[in-house]
């Protein structure tokens, strides 16, 4: 992308996540200052600004869990904490001189597109109008937390909160603590707050696949060998990238794969949980991968502990100080924590965001969320998407789509630059036949015979995860092909586009 005048369009970014981080930092490698960054919280981070609860940790290891072109080469440990991975991202954010570009505390509400005057029209939630000629989503599939219904739950007269909301001035040692949940955020925290409690009841609805996480700390000669030799931590990367990225046919039901994971996960399961009866009650009823798979050396010993409790059999309701099953006992809690998860298939949700013809996002997805890569909307030029519908991934690390998805974003505009395009709007066909295929593809995954999970609508259409596999991914948005869009050609072009975004949205807010 060029950096001429006629080149500087104004760029809204949405989140200050990894996806945001990745596409401002990709701009400013090319030079364009012309961007800001909206972040409704105080700090950059978004998954690991918000997930601070005890023992906090990526789950696809570390060295492929941060971008390539930002490799860290020493990472504390395989599977690096919260702390250390919020660290790295405000480090990326400091070396690229970000915090000049992000709006903190500045939550966007909504969006117009202006077809006249080929801009998107950005309401903050404080009532200000920003105009942008580019409007990139990267708020992320994971950062709304669920709240389960459960009958009681307001009337509870302890604490309660979600795990991603966690509590650090609640302090646990010697209480009562309910855990509503037991999937990929429950198992990281109950092993480091199991010790501390005096009786901790672990509320679960379904069972779930558990892998050996095998972690380790990484010496420091480790650490000094990947830092000298780059091409070795390279290599280590790519290595780390291969050995997960072979799990895909686990994911597309390919039965010797299934076969051997399950029975790999069968024997950790029986020779690590004592009690036969415990044992049982962690033998999933869907195939892997159905769910999150779960990676983890501590979950499985600390229910073997004697003041953890599975509890099976549903919650029926919670009173003042307990929660009661449904079949009928009555089990007190000074604390509970709830570890239910995102409202993950709601997307751009709660912002108003309308396209052409005043037409609604909502509306045109009518719960079924879809865009061309999981990127692009018919009915809504110049909008990005990042980790958008059907991106998710069962099986790898999701930095390497959101660096596909950035390195696609800027194809576009690149495109545009050199074509003179004001504005490009995906036809529908292309949206409709990718979508037709992607989720034809998705009824042969692991996903399709699982019940409910976070992938999935109430009324089953999977609208999160990527039907194939990474390399796929990359090879179908490795080129931005703008026959694929509609485009409309610049007019008055210095005039408008010279102004950076700051400027028209202080003059909007005066
Ligand atoms: C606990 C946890 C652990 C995870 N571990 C892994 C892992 O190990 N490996 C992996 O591949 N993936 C993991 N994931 C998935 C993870 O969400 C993605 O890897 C990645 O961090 C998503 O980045 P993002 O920028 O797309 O979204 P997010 O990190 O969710 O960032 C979105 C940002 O947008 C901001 N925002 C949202 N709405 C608005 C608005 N209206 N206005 C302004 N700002 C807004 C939010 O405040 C937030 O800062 C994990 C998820 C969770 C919840
Ligand atoms: N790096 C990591 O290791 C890590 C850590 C945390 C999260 N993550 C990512 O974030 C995703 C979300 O993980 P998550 O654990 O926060 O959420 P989740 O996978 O959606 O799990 C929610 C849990 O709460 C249970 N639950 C939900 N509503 C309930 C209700 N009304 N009553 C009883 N139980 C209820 C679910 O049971 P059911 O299974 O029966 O629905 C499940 O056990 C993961 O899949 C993963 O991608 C990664």
């Not at 501390?196 to 779930?208: C, T």
Request: aromatic content about 10%; glycine content about 8%.
């Amino acid at each position: 992308m060029n950096t001429s005048a006629d080149g500087s369009r104004r760029i809204a970014i949405i989140g200050s996540g990894f996806a945001g981080l990745c596409l401002a930092i990709q701009l400013k490698k090319r030079g364009v200052e012309s961007f800001t960054i909206f972040e409704k919280a105080g700090r950059i981070g978004g998954t690991w600004r918000d997930n601070t609860y005890p023992g906090a940790c990526c789950d696809v290891p570390a060295f492929s869990y941060c971008f390539s072109f930002e490799q860290k080469t020493d990472w504390s440990r395989k599977w690096a904490p919260q702390s250390e991975i919020l660290e790295y991202m405000e480090s990326c954010a400091r070396k690229y001189d970000l915090a000049r570009h992000i709006r903190f505390n500045t939550e966007i509400a909504g969006a117009r597109w202006d077809a006249d005057e080929n801009v998107w029209r950005l309401k903050t939630a404080a009532g200000e109008e920003v105009v942008a000629d580019v409007l990139v989503s990267g708020v992320g599939q994971l950062n709304r937390p669920s709240i389960p219904k459960i009958e009681g739950l307001e009337n509870f007269k302890g604490v309660s909160f979600h795990s991603a909301r966690w509590r650090h001035d609640v302090d646990l040692t010697g209480r009562d603590v309910a855990v509503i949940g037991n999937a990929a955020s429950a198992i990281q925290f109950i092993p480091v707050i199991a010790p501390q409690v005096r009786k901790l009841s672990i509320f679960q609805r379904s069972a779930n696949w558990m892998v050996e996480r095998g972690d380790r700390a990484y010496t420091d000669a480790e650490k000094e060998r990947f830092t000298r030799h780059r091409i070795l931590a390279l290599a280590y990367r790519w290595l780390i990238y291969f050995q997960h990225e072979i799990n895909w046919p686990i994911f597309r039901r390919v039965k010797f794969f299934v076969e051997r994971t399950q029975k790999m996960c069968e024997q950790y399961r029986r020779s690590t949980l004592k009690d036969p009866k415990l044992q049982e009650s962690q033998l999933p009823d869907y195939p892997f991968g159905g769910k999150r798979m779960l990676i983890s050396d501590d979950y499985f010993p600390a229910l073997n502990r004697e003041n953890v409790e599975v509890v099976l059999g549903g919650i029926d309701r919670v009173t003042e100080n307990a929660l009661v099953t449904k079949d009928g006992r009555t089990i007190p809690a000074d604390v509970i924590v709830l570890a239910t998860g995102f409202q993950s298939t709601s997307f751009l949700a709660p912002m108003a965001i309308n396209g052409v013809g005043g037409r609604s996002l909502n509306d045109e997805w009518n719960g079924a969320a879809r865009a061309y890569l999981g990127i692009t909307v018919a009915g809504f030029p110049n909008l990005f998407l990042m980790y958008g519908p059907n991106t998710n991934l069962g099986h790898n690390s999701i930095i390497f789509m959101i660096e596909c998805q950035a390195n696609y974003i800027l194809g576009c505009l690149e495109e545009m630059d050199s074509r003179g395009l004001a504005s490009i709007e995906l036809s529908r066909d292309v949206m409709e036949s990718f979508d037709t295929r992607v989720q034809r593809e998705l009824q042969r995954t692991v996903w399709a015979a699982t019940g409910k999970s976070w992938y999935k609508t109430e009324d089953g259409r999977i609208t999160n995860n990527w039907s194939g596999s990474t390399i796929r991914y990359w090879w179908e948005s490795r080129h931005a092909d703008l026959s694929l869009y509609h485009q409309r050609v610049r007019a008055r072009v210095t005039e408008r586009i010279a102004r950076p975004l700051e400027t028209a949205a202080h003059h909007a807010a005066d």
